[in-house]
């Protein structure tokens, strides 16, 4: 069992930075990929980043790509997504994922592939 909770959301500047973090309860933490994921106004949940549970393999989704960096560190059991850049497009409420689903490369961005999320963060972001 994995319990998650997401902080770091906040009200930007386009332009501006931010970092979210997912705190993971649970020893076995470093045996889960971790995903960002979020959801914007009036539209369905999307994948965001995902990272496997070594760091070693990461994906980003085309729109955060060069602008997002996701990163872990399995001996706080933290999963991180720093944003650079932000746009008002970036405005959503973000979720964190943990899944065993292997090999991560097929399954990323498939929502029902990740077994435990957290209950978000709002991230918004002004023009």
């Known amino acids: 069992q994995v319990q998650l909770v997401e902080s770091g959301g906040g009200l930007v500047q386009a332009g501006g930075s931010l970092r979210l973090s997912c705190a993971a309860s649970g020893r076995t933490f470093s045996s889960y990929a971790m995903g960002w994921f979020r959801q914007a106004p009036g539209k369905e949940r999307e994948f965001v980043s995902a990272i496997r549970w070594g760091g070693g393999i990461i994906y980003y989704a085309d729109s955060v790509k060069g602008r997002f960096t996701i990163s872990r560190d399995n001996a706080k059991n933290t999963v991180y997504l720093q944003m650079n850049s932000l746009k008002p497009e970036d405005t959503a409420v973000y979720y964190c994922?943990?899944?065993?689903?292997?090999?991560?490369?097929?399954?990323?961005?498939?929502?029902?592939?990740?077994?435990?999320w957290g209950q978000g963060t709002q991230v918004t972001v002004s023009s």
């Open positions: 994922a943990a899944t065993h689903k292997a090999p991560l490369s097929s399954y990323r961005d498939q929502q029902g592939a990740y077994n435990y």
